[in-house]
């Protein structure tokens, strides 16, 4: 199982970005997906989570501004992010609890990151 994550690059402040990431391979099922983010000097934390039903949860620093959905069809999950801010910097991570391969086994999984850079 691989995620391919796509879609970072710079912005303005009050910008907006939307990253995608895609799993592939010999996939059954797919449970929660999500966002996470690391700053230079920081932890990684996450920024918003779907379950496999489409309910989501997001980082009280993102609410209001940042959405996640997924396409189920397409094993993939977006985060449309709006009025992006300085500090939304960093280094975005896609995960995934999957199903996957023969015998079946479930594995969580992490995109390559892709890099988002707020700055005027």
């Known amino acids: 199982v691989q995620l391919q994550a796509s879609g970072g690059g710079l912005v303005q402040p009050g910008g907006s970005l939307r990253l995608s990431c895609a799993a592939s391979?010999?996939?059954?099922?797919?449970?929660?997906m999500g966002w996470y983010r690391q700053a230079p000097g920081n932890q990684r934390e996450l920024v918003a989570v779907?379950?496999?039903?489409?309910?989501?949860n997001y980082a009280d620093s993102v609410k209001g501004r940042f959405t996640i959905s997924r396409d189920n069809a397409k094993n993939t999950v977006y985060l449309q992010m709006n009025s992006l801010k300085p500090e939304d910097t960093a280094v975005y991570y896609c995960?995934?609890?999957?199903?996957?391969?023969?015998?079946?086994?479930?594995?969580?999984?992490w995109g390559q990151g892709t890099l988002v850079t707020v700055s005027s």
């Open positions: 779907i379950t496999s039903g489409g309910s989501t």
């Open positions: 391979g010999s996939i059954f099922s797919i449970g929660d």
């Open positions: 995960n995934a609890l999957v199903v996957a391969g023969t015998p079946r086994y479930e594995g969580d999984y």
